[in-house]
């Protein structure tokens, strides 16, 4: 059965980023419906933006319908499902996080309500029963223990990924495999 997917990527990034436009062309060669989306505001992401914007693109989402997030995208489709009633098929997120290691002031400023708000992770648990953690243990954005056991409370799986630093490479055969067992 044709399932819909939803890629959203990372803070200051786009729709060609990364590994992004690679997953989409795999996913459709196989049936799929795949949605890449050009998030607002990229270099200043706020949470209502984003999560409205998810909310007008995906319309109503089923149990055919997945999200594949990237960093401060993850985030994003978390605060997203907090929205829902019913389930989604199930969420994969790239190098997610809940807490960060930024650089400069202006960055702590927009990431602040990104970390400190906090996400129903018990609504989300409902709403996406299945999800992947896919994430790197020398990702230089994040904490790397705190962010798998955050992931680890509401059932994730853990996957890990050795040296890949914040998963931005141009194709990673893990997130395709991935994301092929979670939408059979």
């Not at 089923?62 to 990237?70: A, C, S």
């Not at 029963?129 to 954005?141: E, G, Q, R, T």
């Amino acid at each position: 059965m044709k399932k819909r997917v939803i890629i959203v990527h990372g803070w200051g990034g786009s729709a060609k980023d990364n590994w992004l436009p690679w997953l989409k062309n795999e996913l459709e060669q196989l049936g799929h419906e795949v949605l890449v989306l050009d998030m607002p505001d990229t270099e200043n992401p706020v949470i209502e933006k984003w999560v409205k914007y998810l909310r007008d693109i995906v319309g109503t989402p089923d149990e055919n319908t997945y999200f594949v997030g990237h960093s401060i995208g993850c985030q994003a489709v978390l605060r997203y499902l907090e929205t829902l009633e019913k389930p989604v098929g199930g969420t994969i997120h790239v190098a997610g996080w809940f807490d960060l290691d930024v650089e400069t002031e202006e960055e702590e400023k927009i990431a602040k309500p990104w970390v400190e708000r906090p996400i129903n992770l018990e609504k989300v648990k409902v709403v996406s029963p299945k999800s992947v953690l896919i994430i790197s243990d020398d990702d230089p954005h994040g904490s790397f223990e705190e962010n798998k056991r955050k992931f680890a409370e509401f059932g994730t799986k853990i996957v890990v990924l050795h040296k890949a630093e914040h998963i931005t490479g141009e194709s990673e055969p893990a997130i395709l495999s991935e994301c092929l067992k979670l939408i059979v």
